[in-house]
Structures are given as structure tokens and as C-alpha cells.
DNA sequence: GTGCAGGATGAAAAAATCATGAAAAGGAGT
DNA sequence: ACTCCTTTTCATGATTTTTTCATCCTGCAC
């Protein structure tokens, strides 16, 4: 990397975008509608689908979702409903969004007492729904990571261990901090390479794997995991 | 291999591509044409073609298709559309292209509504139609696969069971994925060394047979079957 | 039952991948 | 130029994975 002179204005910002890749679930009986809402989110996020409520609940039994977006009409009653109160318990952090076609002020309460966060009334705008997503889920990321005696501090992105503050070099808070926005995702060498370098293909050692190894010393707790051959994932331990 | 030191960021990306050997039909009366598109498909599918559309509905009659390509141009008339509610009501989970010489608004709806998926005006390109089909084997194909106390995640490509991930390998994760990418698909040794090994024909023992093995071993059920003197299948059990 | 073929598997050998200390290279401040 | 810190490179030893091989099983024909 050879930039010819010193020009301090320009702080090489690490852009990495944190919001996205969230994990979805969509309980929606129509297949047409299903289809429309997995292609329209699956830009940003990872959506799962389900048809049914029973099909929903055995998703929300073995995954952890970000947000919830669910067909009041499920099977003609309001038996959508009832799984809120259990994915609520299993996943207090995830955001449900109910869709339906009534609009009254009834049904806005019931849906919100129930448990869920939003009300939207069919037919709505996929850019509207995609903004409440966002902005619940935002509500609810957690700004902070606790693990024993390591805190992480994802809005400020600051490492905190016994009350000190710990302190990374820049290369190990972007590496850090890339992993961290999405734990339990495998990212290859590559993947951190293209996140964190200008220049990724001048990367010609094993540059990525020291950095992970001061970070890891730096650290009381080690929540990098290495998968051999496939690369680097944050586990909250 | 001759490195003289330890240069690991090109991690050798398991380039499997989990959409391949799916069974396309192509319906098209073009002698030339259809020659030549069995040709550019089949080095990454099963290519069954119709010269007719009785031939064509014969064929759904006894085989389970991924993909249908119909050339909407069949003797003259729109003969061509009839075939698709037949082929959904049989085959809800097969995709359908339509190939036309016209391309204007009022066709590609009209193919839409008669059940396609998708619409591709004549003359093509063949990396799109290959796209286009990729994008649309995918769009069927479950996201999650779940069976007792085993779920998959094909898109994240991770394993749970009671809640807890199941770590495989490298070659134990790209094999498992592969076979998962087809269920009920029985792949011989050969078609699975192709698609996990760089340089299959170096294989000269049982090497595949070890890793199915060790990943068995790894599973709290056995969702990969061996189908004597022909290979293995992943099975949902 | 016996024999056979194809498959499963434990264990050892071979190879690939990773962690890390140390040194070199790069940069900013003084 | 010197110092302090960060970043990258490289060699080495450690660890894990992958492959091989020998042996054991299992289903099936006889």
C-alpha cells in the first residue's frame, strides 16, 4: 500500500455496515405473498419462511430471530397471535411485526397486547416495511455484549474488562469488530480481508491470522473460534 | 505443494455449487435449439427434452423435474402454456421459464399468470438462462430442513441439535452440504468426489466413505443413506 | 449355514492448517 | 534521526484434518 504523501483529513473510516444480515422469520400462508416478501427482504436480511403456525414454531424452537413478521390471518382465526407470547419467552430480543387486514383501532390493540411491537395493515408499502423492520430491530440489538468479565460495547465499540477499557490497535478493532456485528457467521480470510483492507489482494501472508492472535491475547476470554479451513466466527461465550 | 512458507488467505473456497445436478426439462421443437441448450446444461445438470408437448407432459407424467424451460412458440399456437397448471398441480416445487419471440409487456403477463415464474425473450443469452434458472432452483429449495432433534441450515450452512451447533470439518461440512442440497438424490462416490475434490481422479481409496463416517458419527441421527453398488442420498428421516 | 461383495470403521500415516514469537518494515510524533 | 507503536512477514512447532490401509460387519445368493 503506497499512498505518496501524509494526508490526515481522510481517517480511513472502517465502513461496516451493522444492521444488516439479520435473521428473519416470515409466518404467511399465502405462497405468492411468501415468495414476494422473502425475495423483497432477502437483499438484507436471511429470511426464513414458514407456511404455518406449527411449521413457524418449530423454526422459532431451533433458530434465533431478529424479527418476527406474522399473517394475522393464519387459518382464518387469530391463531397467529398465540405464538407470540412463546417467542416472546424463547427470544425476549426479537421484534414481531403482525400484518393484517383489518386496520381498526381494535385490532391495532389487541396485536400490541398480545406482545407484538408493530401493526401493519395490509396492503402495505414494502419500503414502509422495511423501514419498521430496521427500526425494530435496531431497538432491540443489543448495544451491548456481556460474557464473564468481557463487555463489549457495540454502538461506542469499546472493549471493557474489570472496569478498564481495552485497547486495540486499529486493524485488530475493525477485524474485532466485524466479527463481533454478527456472531456465529463464518467469515473466510477473504471476507475479513475484504472488509477490513483497501487492497485485499495484496494480502500475501498470514497478516489476518496474527492480528486474531493479539487480539485473542489482548482479551481475558477468547469469543473468536477458529473453523479449520473455513475461517474465523465470533461466539458470545 | 512447494510453498516456502505459510500463505494461507486464498482459503481454497469449497466452490460447490449446491445447485448443480438438479433435472431441467426443456420443451422446444427447434431441432438446433434444443441441442444446443441440452448441451450448454448438462455440464451442470440432468437434461431431459421434448420435441412436442405430448412428449413434454408425457415425461412430468413420470419424472420429478427442478426446472421446466418452455419455448412458448410450440406449433404456432400457445400450445405451450397448457402444460403448466398440469405440470404445478403435479410438481408444485419445479420451476418455469418461458422462452418467446415476443417480448412485449402483455405476453410476459400473460406467461405469468398462467403459472410461470419466469419470462426470457428470445434470443437469450445463455449465462442468463442459466441465472435465471439457478435463481429460481433456489427460490424452491427450503432454507431449513429440520428433522428430530437435527436441524440444517442450508443457508448458513450450520448444524443444531438440542440447541447446540454441531461443528463438522472442512471436507465433513462441504460433503454433508452437498448431498443436503438434494435430498432423496443419490449421488455416487464419483459425483460427490467431483463436486468436493479439486482433483478427483487423485482419489484412490475410501476416503469418501470415511468422511461419511466420521460426519454419521458426528449426528445425533443418520440422515445420510447408502444405496449399494450406487452411492449415497441424504435422506429426510 | 458358507462365501462373497460392498460398505463401515479404528487406527496409523501423511498432509494441511493454525498459533505465535520474533524480526523486519512502516508511520507518526518529537 | 530517534522513539514508540502498529502492521506485516516469516519460520517453527503444535494441532487438526485428511487420507490410507487393514480389518470387521452386513446383507444376500447359494
Redesign the interface.
Known amino acids: 500500500m503506497k499512498r505518496s504523501f501524509f494526508h490526515p483529513l481522510k481517517e480511513k473510516k472502517s465502513k461496516i455496515n451493522y444492521n444488516m444480515c439479520m435473521r428473519i422469520l416470515i409466518i404467511e400462508d399465502d405462497l405468492k405473498m411468501r ?1 414476494m416478501l ?2 423483497a427482504l432477502e437483499a438484507f436480511h ?4 414458514a407456511s404455518s403456525l406449527t411449521e413457524g414454531i ?2 422459532v424452537e ?2 434465533t430471530y431478529d424479527a418476527l413478521l406474522l399473517d394475522r390471518n393464519l387459518s382464518g382465526a387469530d391463531e397467529g397471535m398465540k405464538i407470540i407470547p412463546k417467542l416472546k419467552k424463547l427470544q425476549p430480543t426479537c421484534a414481531v411485526i403482525i400484518a393484517s387486514a383489518y386496520g381498526g383501532v381494535e385490532e391495532r390493540i389487541a396485536g400490541l397486547s398480545a406482545g407484538a411491537d408493530d401493526y401493519l395493515e395490509k396492503p402495505y408499502d414494502l419500503r414502509e416495511l422495511k423501514m419498521r423492520l430496521d427500526a425494530l430491530i435496531r431497538r432491540y440489538t443489543p448495544d451491548v455484549i456481556s460474557m464473564e468479565s468481557l463487555h463489549i460495547d457495540m454502538k461506542n465499540e469499546t472493549l471493557n474488562a474489570h472496569g478498564e477499557l481495552i485497547l486495540l490497535s486499529k486493524k485488530e478493532h475493525d477485524l474485532f469488530f466485524f466479527l463481533a456485528s454478527k456472531p ?3 467469515f ?3 471476507d475479513i ?1 475484504n472488509a477490513i483492507y483497501e487492497d485485499p489482494s495484496s ?7 496474527v492480528v486474531i492472535s493479539n487480539i485473542r491475547k489482548k482479551l481475558p476470554v477468547n469469543p473468536i473460534e477458529t ?5 474465523y466466527a465470533f461466539k458470545n461465550v
Open positions: 415468495l422473502k425475495d436471511t429470511v426464513d419462511v418449530e423454526l431451533s433458530y456465529d457467521k463464518v473466510s480470510r477473504e480481508a494480502m500475501t501472508s498470514n497478516t489476518i491470522d473453523l479449520k479451513g473455513r475461517g
